[in-house]
């Protein structure tokens, strides 16, 4: 059973979600949040599967509850799934730097809705490819707080390092695969390896971390 929390300030937005929640096979609602302070509350008591984050929210926004949950030890495997109005809002990236595991716009499809949360819950991220390329090149390249530096990247050999690069770059893994001539389960295995190493939480983090290191520049063709 997938137990989700949801926090939205807005009680209708909550009450359809999880009456499309409730309904759904192998999900359950844990709780609901009206604000980031509630949800940071909430995720410590209930420690749900998944956080349907909105972004926008009084006392506490999105982006900061979700970085109080990713650094609680005690909710390392609670991941938190960003709800947003717009698909080029300029807080997804700092909900990524955050630590969430991706975002889904609010008008979502019922029935793609419970597939990002499964998603999610099984520990992958997600980031469509296409959206990944757009988003990170319009913001990734501006000044901010940066946590990886290119030393840190020293751990990792020559092809882990290609292929952290595509990750950032927003390629599919099966497009990994074709360019470096390799197959799709080496690919996986690769990025498993970054992953530890870098000791990231998912794709979404390496997609951060390939920025923030330099490794890959916004625009640079990929």
């Known amino acids: 059973m997938t137990r989700v929390l949801l926090a939205d300030d807005q009680a209708l937005v909550?009450?359809?979600f999880r009456v499309l929640l409730e309904s759904a096979a192998g999900i359950a609602v844990a709780g609901e949040a009206a604000n980031g302070e509630e949800a940071v509350v909430l995720a410590g008591q209930t420690k749900p599967d998944v956080v349907l984050m909105d972004i926008r929210m009084p006392l506490l926004d999105g982006i900061e509850a979700t970085r109080r949950i990713v650094a609680n030890p005690e909710l390392a495997a609670v991941r938190v799934l960003i709800l947003t109005t717009f698909e080029a809002d300029e807080y997804i990236f700092e909900s990524l730097r955050a630590g969430a595991s991706g975002f889904v716009l609010k008008d979502i499809e019922p029935p793609d809705l419970l597939q990002a949360i499964r998603v999610v819950a099984s520990g992958e991220a997600l980031l469509s490819p296409t959206v990944t390329r757009r988003l990170i090149s319009q913001y990734a390249g501006r000044p901010a707080r940066r946590r990886v530096s290119g030393?840190?990247?020293?751990?990792?050999?020559?092809?882990?390092?290609?292929?952290?690069?595509l990750v950032?770059?927003?390629?599919?893994?099966?497009?990994?695969?074709?360019?470096?001539?390799v197959s799709p389960a080496t690919v996986k295995t690769h990025i498993g390896r970054v992953l530890s190493k870098l000791y990231a939480r998912d794709r979404a983090q390496l997609v951060v971390a390939a920025y923030e290191s330099g490794l890959v520049v916004p625009g640079d063709g990929q």
């Open 151 to 165: 030393g840190d990247l020293s751990g990792l050999t020559e092809r882990e390092r290609e292929v952290l690069a």
């Open 168 to 181: 950032g770059a927003g390629k599919s893994n099966d497009e990994i695969a074709s360019q470096l001539f």
């Open 14 to 16: 909550r009450a359809g």
